[in-house]
């Protein structure tokens, strides 16, 4: 149980564009959820938490117009990254918790951006 | 930066032997957790640790806790090729307005070699 998923797991695209990557919970209902992303043989870094229903909560220095997050459901929790440039390349993992009280987080596999 | 330090960043140890990895964390924790992640993969969950307890054990892995020095040590003993990877701490401070933020440590990217 507690599967998380990713979609797409390796994108490519050009400079400019706008990507969107799904987060889906499988097997349970993820009241938030959780968006981070890792630079090459570094840590994650936490970069929102959505919960369902509500306008996500950036960390600081993270620009919500440039890193859309929709948590339309309880399974379902998308990250787009609006005109793309070279240096947002990085991986994007995402993780959901079941309801309020429970600390445990699932993580998805990652998304793995490229931007030429 | 509110991230945990790891040491050590790297460790090369032989099949058979144990590997143990450090964890320090800057604010007061709820729990502590250590993951496991292979090269350009998501995260496993190995063990989670609750701030009241000092040490737990799980199959070949053993993990310690010390609140006072803000610190936690991951062990692994008797090493295998397989354990190749990194591994990395995430510390939560509580409920914030409900929901448990991770803070991850910088991690330990362990190499066995067979």
């Known amino acids: 149980g507690a599967v998380v998923s990713q979609h797409p797991s390796r994108v490519i695209c050009k400079s400019g564009t706008s990507v969107k990557i799904e987060c889906r919970s499988l097997?349970?209902?993820?009241?938030?959820m959780f968006w981070y992303r890792q630079f090459p043989k570094q840590s994650l870094m936490l970069m929102a938490t959505s919960n369902e229903g509500s306008k996500a909560t950036y960390e600081q220095g993270v620009e919500k117009d440039k890193f859309l997050i929709n948590h339309a459901s309880l399974t379902l929790s998308t990250l787009t990254v609006t005109s793309a440039h070279p240096e947002d390349s990085s991986f994007y993992i995402c993780?959901?918790?079941?309801?309020?009280?429970?600390?445990?987080?699932?993580f998805g596999p990652g998304t793995r951006l490229t931007v030429l | 930066s509110q991230q945990g330090e790891e040491d050590p960043q790297a460790l090369s140890i032989q099949e058979g032997e144990n590997a143990t990895m450090n964890c320090s964390y800057k604010t007061s924790i709820n729990n502590l957790q250590w993951y496991r992640q292979n090269s350009g993969r998501g995260l496993v969950h190995l063990i989670l640790i609750r701030s009241n307890e000092r040490e737990k054990h799980s199959g070949r892995l053993r993990v310690t806790l010390d609140t006072s020095k803000k610190s936690s040590s991951l062990l692994i003993t008797a090493s295998r090729a397989a354990d190749t990877a990194s591994y990395f701490c995430?510390?939560?401070?509580?409920?914030?307005?409900?929901?448990?933020?991770?803070?991850f440590g910088t991690g330990t990217r362990l190499k066995v070699l067979a």
């Open positions: 097997d349970f209902q993820a009241t938030t």
């Open positions: 995430a510390t939560d401070a509580g409920p914030i307005s409900g929901t448990y933020k991770y803070i």
């Open positions: 993780s959901a918790s079941q309801p309020a009280g429970v600390t445990t987080q699932y």
